[in-house]
């Protein structure tokens, strides 16, 4: 194995976990649940796929190549949605706002049953 592919994945994989920390350090920093799912989402999702990247780097096999750009694109499908429906649903569940929020475009879209946009 060559030294460079060694330092490429390494570099990867530190800056992925820098990343994740920062996701981590987001979540206990936002004041509320909106804020905490959009930059938990954005770059744990960057984070994830650099570690993963990292990894398959480092094992220099098609397979393992194959595996991980799989994983990476099914999390980046799938974080953004599911960070969209927690959302919503906490919007309809109706968990405040940061005191500081100055625009809520969400305010009157709804109908009284909550599940049809008006």
Do not use: C, Q
């Amino acid at each position: 194995m060559s030294i460079y592919i060694e330092i490429l994945s390494g570099i990867l994989i530190i800056l992925g976990s820098i990343f994740v920390l920062i996701s981590a350090s987001g979540l206990l920093k936002m004041p509320d649940l909106y804020m905490r799912t959009s930059v938990t989402t954005k770059a744990s999702t960057i984070g994830v796929g650099m570690v993963l990247l990292g990894t398959a780097v480092y094992f220099e096999d098609l397979g393992i190549y194959a595996r991980a750009i799989l994983i990476i694109i099914f999390i980046f499908m799938t974080a953004p949605i599911g960070s969209h429906l927690i959302g919503r649903a906490g919007f309809l569940d109706k968990v405040e706002l940061w005191k500081g929020t100055i625009v809520n475009e969400l305010e009157d879209k709804y109908s009284e049953d909550k599940k049809t946009l008006k």
